[in-house]
């Protein structure tokens, strides 16, 4: 994230792309079960719109201070955010692309086609793979378990 540049940012019709290094990685709208906006409003396009000074960068230190913001500057940002969501767990920032992951697989993404989005082998997904057929055997118990009309 300390490298993106607002050039790396993609607006397609409906969709938001980020271009990381080789590869072009899709912005979700859904995480966690909850929408975050959508096309047209969402947390990045506000946040880009609202901006009026001209640094390179995508994430800035402030409005006024428009240095890249460093590791450590994005690790206290995510604990504020988890704070602000109040969320019971605690969550590490590289979590989230093991959600991800394990959210694209559960929706019916390839292990190929993940592997191009998220630049992981498909070994290094494996646990991935495990933890989606783990929830879709967990959801398929429940479903069955429902009382029959």
């Not at 704070?83 to 959600?99: F, S």
Request: with cysteine.
């Amino acid at each position: 994230m300390v490298g993106l540049q607002r050039s790396h940012h993609l607006s397609a019709k409906t969709q938001h792309t980020l271009q990381v290094g080789d590869r072009q990685v899709a912005i979700n709208q859904w995480i966690w079960g909850k929408r975050y906006g959508s096309y047209t409003s969402n947390p990045l396009t506000k946040w880009l719109k609202s901006r009026k000074d001209e640094s390179p960068w995508l994430f800035i230190t402030a409005a006024d201070d428009p240095t890249p913001l460093t590791v450590d500057e994005i690790q206290q940002k995510w604990w504020l955010w988890l704070q602000e969501l109040h969320l019971t767990i605690q969550a590490h920032p590289w979590q989230a692309k093991q959600t991800w992951c394990v959210e694209m697989l559960t929706r019916g993404m390839s292990v190929d086609n993940l592997s191009l989005l998220s630049g992981l082998t498909p070994e290094q997904l494996t646990p991935y793979v495990q933890r989606a057929r783990e929830k879709a055997a967990l959801e398929q118990a429940r479903l069955l378990d429902q009382k029959q009309s």
